[in-house]
C-alpha cells in the first residue's frame, strides 16, 4: 500500500513522506529533525525506512532541516545539479547527495520517481511524479506556471498534490508586501494562486483522480477557508484536502 503523509506544507516548511512496503522516501526537508520524527511516528510511520531524501529546490522552507537530518540519517539525498551548487555555496550540501536530472526517472525500493522542471525563481527546480503498485501521485509546488508535460502527469495521477500559494485579493492588499515581492509571487517564475489551481485542476481533471490536495498556502495571503471557496463544482465529487501549515494533513493510503 502506497502512503502519502504531508507532515507539513506551505510557505514556513515543507516535508512530505511517502511510503511503500517497507521503504519511504521523504521529498523536501523544511522542517527540524526533532519536528520532522515527532510527525513521521506520530503518523505511523518511521523514520528508519526512508532510504532517500528528495530536494525539490534550494529555498528555505525546503531545505531548512537537511544539514541536521541527513548527518544523523544517512541516505542519498537526490537533488539536480542547479540545487547542488547553491546547497555547497551555502555550505549545507550533505555529503550522501547523488545528482539526478531535473527530467528523468529513478528508483528507490519499488517506488519510481519522476522527475520535471518547474518554473520557478531557484536554479533547477523540480516536481516529482511518484509510481508504485500502479498507484500515481503527482506534487506540484512552488510553480508559477503548469505546463503540458506537468497536465499530463496529473491526468493519470491518483492523488494530486498542486500548490494554492496565495488569494490574489489579498495578495493586492497586503501592505506589508513590498512591489518587488508581489510581482515575484505573481510572475511566471513565482507560485499558484486559488484561481490558478482551481482552473488547472478543472482543466486536468479525470476519474483517476480521487484526491486532490491544495497545499503550499501562504501564512498571510491565503487561508484554507478561502482555498475552498475557489474550488470548482465539477470537483466537489473528490476527496478534496487542504495541506496544514502547522501539523500533518490528512494520510491518504492508496
Ligand atoms: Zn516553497
Ligand atoms: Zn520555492
Redesign the pocket.
Known amino acids: 500500500m502506497l502512503r502519502f503523509i504531508p507532515l507539513n506544507s506551505g510557505s514556513n516548511g515543507n516535508s512530505i513522506y511517502v511510503e511503500n512496503d517497507g521503504v519511504a522516501i521523504l521529498i523536501d526537508a523544511g522542517l527540524s529533525r526533532k519536528r520532522t520524527l515527532e510527525r513521521i511516528s506520530l503518523s505511523g510511520g518511521d523514520v528508519n525506512k526512508i532510504k532517500a531524501i528528495i530536494i525539490t ?1 534550494e ?1 528555505t ?2 531545505v531548512s532541516g537537511l544539514k541536521i537530518l541527513s548527518k544523523y540519517h544517512s541516505v542519498p539525498v537526490h537533488m539536480t545539479k542547479g540545487t547542488a551548487d547553491v546547497l555547497n555555496e551555502r555550505g549545507i550540501l550533505p555529503d550522501t547527495f547523488v545528482i539526478i536530472p531535473s527530467e528523468g526517472v529513478f528508483s528507490v525500493g519499488n517506488i519510481r520517481i519522476r522527475t520535471g522542471r518547474t518554473y ?1 525563481d ?1 536554479r533547477e ?1 523540480i516536481y516529482v511524479r511518484i509510481e508504485s503498485n500502479n498507484k500515481i501521485i503527482t506534487y506540484i509546488t ?1 510553480t508559477g506556471f503548469v505546463d503540458y508535460k506537468m497536465k499530463n502527469t496529473m491526468k493519470y495521477s491518483d492523488l494530486i498534490f498542486l500548490e494554492a500559494n496565495y488569494d490574489p485579493e489579498t495578495l493586492a492588499r497586503n501592505e506589508k508586501y513590498p512591489f518587488y515581492l508581489k510581482e515575484r509571487i505573481k510572475g511566471r517564475y513565482g507560485h499558484l494562486s486559488n484561481l490558478d489551481a482551481s482552473y488547472i485542476l478543472r482543466d486536468v481533471a479525470t476519474e483517476r483522480n480521487k484526491y486532490l490536495f491544495l497545499g503550499h498556502l501562504s501564512e498571510q495571503n491565503n487561508s484554507p477557508e478561502t482555498v475552498l471557496r475557489f474550488v470548482p463544482d465539477e470537483l466537489k465529487n473528490k476527496n478534496i484536502m487542504i495541506a496544514s501549515r502547522d501539523s500533518i494533513s490528512d494520510i491518504v493510503e492508496l
Open positions: 529546490h529555498h522552507d525546503h520557478h531557484a527546480p512552488d
